[in-house]
């Protein structure tokens, strides 16, 4: 296998996490974002949308999304799962994801990709461009607000975003939250439930990576 990722992205980060999570060294690729490597024709011929991360399996199958890649590692190294161990967990993981991913990370990438002179033209990601809206930057930035609060009144009551158990959904929270920094957001300092989960999962080794 072989795995092209971003040091500086978010979305990769996801998947280094889940990887390190379970253990499991891949033979990793580089990919510069910042120099417009993942619209380069060589890039391109790997994975049609100019992304990253993917995930090329030894049949020459392309993963090209964080949730089919983490789906496959998931299933081909199930111990110590990260997607769910049973049918609640496995609801309540997928759930958050969903919610953290809409709520979160497209609110983050809404405000910093609409506001940002390096997005000029290219407000989403992909090789079609597509301009920036001012009023969408303001709205991501009040998004992303909102689900701060959403996720302290979560871990007020739940050891984990999904649960008992650190899953990835913890990894998809952690990352945005991260994400956000980027954009000048962090937690409030009444949000003391989401700051003690955030310290604590940078301090797992997988947050290193």
Not at 41 to 61: C, E
Not at 80 to 105: Q, S
Request: aromatic content about 10%; proline content about 5%.
């Amino acid at each position: 296998m072989k795995f092209y990722d971003c040091l500086t992205a978010p979305s990769p980060r996801r998947v280094r996490m889940f990887l390190a999570e379970k253990g499991i060294e891949i033979d990793t690729v580089q990919v510069d974002l910042r120099q417009k490597e993942q619209l380069s024709d060589a890039f391109l011929a790997i994975n049609p949308r100019g992304t990253v991360p993917a995930l090329q399996l030894d049949d020459g199958t392309v993963l090209c999304d964080g949730a089919s890649i983490m789906r496959y590692i998931e299933e081909t190294h199930p111990d110590r799962p990260l997607l769910g161990a049973t049918p609640l967990e496995k609801a309540m993981v997928a759930e958050w994801t969903a919610r953290i991913e809409f709520e979160g990370f497209m609110a983050t990438a809404e405000a910093f990709r609409n506001s940002s002179k390096a997005f000029k033209d290219a407000a989403l990601t992909g090789p079609v461009a597509h301009a920036q809206i001012p009023e969408l930057a303001e709205r991501g930035r009040a998004r992303v607000a909102d689900f701060f609060a959403v996720l302290d009144q979560r871990l007020r009551g739940s050891a984990y975003v999904a649960g008992d158990n650190f899953t990835a959904a913890d990894i998809a929270a952690f990352v945005f939250v991260e994400f956000s920094g980027w954009i000048k957001l962090v937690p409030e300092e009444g949000q003391t439930a989401l700051k003690a989960w955030r310290d604590a999962v940078a301090a797992r080794p997988s947050a290193a990576v």
